[in-house]
């Protein structure tokens, strides 16, 4: 990979493509010079030659400019393969919920995505969002979205080296379009997809509990439990949460409690915006009002007696994220701390934000804590690259710690909420999970780029 330089046009020439001295004295040496240029699926013949004012900067003649569909001049990297230089490289940011707001073009997340965007800027590559509707598969591009200082602009663009997924929900993820682009661009373009569609928690349990490494984080899990079950698992635990096997957000979750030295069950869960807890005199009766439609497709997890601050439940947001080197680090950590009467610590239950030195300073919490949550979150990390199908270039884990200091896995999501980041302290971990995919993206295009058949013409 050489350096990142800017990319500017030369409207003086035809067909060129001028390179830094340095760079082009390799080529003079081993007697071989490339001949094609490439931008995302685009790609033409070209002369390569030394850069006429000695500038250490590219510079690509207007015709080449416009055949390729380079949007605009911008610092990029350069891959050699074989006869062959790639310039960019080209990211597509696939998402849903475009809106014809154009100061708002993907609604509330417009934000997000112009911050994502600028990133790619700063690591040296051309970004675009893009949705299934906006490809031209007869022509080969892609309509899509750009964004500078001055705002939002439409673009013309190829098929992009890499394509990074940020579908908003399982229901935009399931629309038989979008399936079909992903499948279409991976055999038709060898275009690589990564973090595609979103985690099952009943599934990845069960690919979890059959690693060594990391099964001593599950807690006990039952896929569509039987009232029998249920009875077992409260006799063991006093508390359990049921959750849909394939929510997100805690939406859905409720908690079952049933104290030893009790005879009533209890029942805590959210609706209309207030916690609630319902006392019943028997689980049948619990399970018939919660669950008037049965248990199918919901999960029973064992209830973990949690650490807690000021009687408040309290578990930790880890983010991981795969590197420009395309290894797992952690990018964020935080704790959340569960609203008054709350079954979950989401913001959007009340739950409030913690950073590890404010839990050290103000709580007393041992920083070993976050060395011992770093080192079960990459464990966990690697565990699911393997298990998973597919590149995953980012997790973000929920994960608990009992009084003894035991971690527990609760949730793992593909696409993590940015919720914990409207912490003031955390503005560096927050640009930092900007960055991070966008230099996997980067690393995971060169690699696609490396291991294509060299084509001598």
Known sequence: MEAILPLKKD??????FYVPATLFKRWVDRISFPNQLCFGSRRSFCTVSPHPDNKEEYLLSEDLWKVLGVPSETSVHLFEKGNSLHIGP????????????????????????????????KCGAIGFAFG?????????SIKGLMYNKRGWYRVTVPIPD???????????????????????LQSQYFTPWFNPGFFD???MFEKLSTDEAVKDYLPETVLSPKTTIIASMLKEYEQLYIKPANGSLGL???????????????????????????????LARLLKTQYPNGMEGLIAQQGIDL??????????????????EGYWEVSAIAA??????????????????KTIGELTSEYGVKKQVETDLMAAALQLSRAIDKKVSGFIGEIGFDLGITKEGKIYLFEANSKPGRGIFSHPKLKAEEARTRMLPIEYAIFLAQSTIEKQLVTTV
């Open 132 to 140: 299934a509707h906006h490809i031209d598969w007869k022509a080969g």
């Open 336 to 353: 959340k701390i569960a609203g008054a009467g709350s079954l979950t610590t989401h913001m959007a239950s009340n739950g409030t934000v």
């Open 252 to 282: 859905g979750i409720q908690q079952i409690l049933k104290p030893a030295n009790e005879k009533y069950y209890y029942c805590r869960f959210r609706t209309d915006k207030e916690n609630r807890l319902r006392r019943y005199t028997s």
């Open 90 to 121: 080209l990211i597509g940011i696939f998402t849903a919920g475009f809106t014809k707001d154009s100061m708002r073009p993907i609604g509330e997340r417009s934000m997000y995505f112009a911050k994502l965007l600028s990133a790619t800027l």
């Open 162 to 184: 890499v394509v990074y997924d940020r579908l908003p929900n399982r229901s935009s993820a399931n629309i038989e379009q979008v399936s079909t682009t992903m499948k279409k």
């Open 307 to 324: 650490h807690r601050i000021h009687h408040r439940s309290m578990d930790y947001r880890v983010h991981t994220n795969k590197n420009k």
């Open 11 to 16: 409207s003086t020439s035809q067909g060129n």
């Open 201 to 203: 928690k009943w599934t």
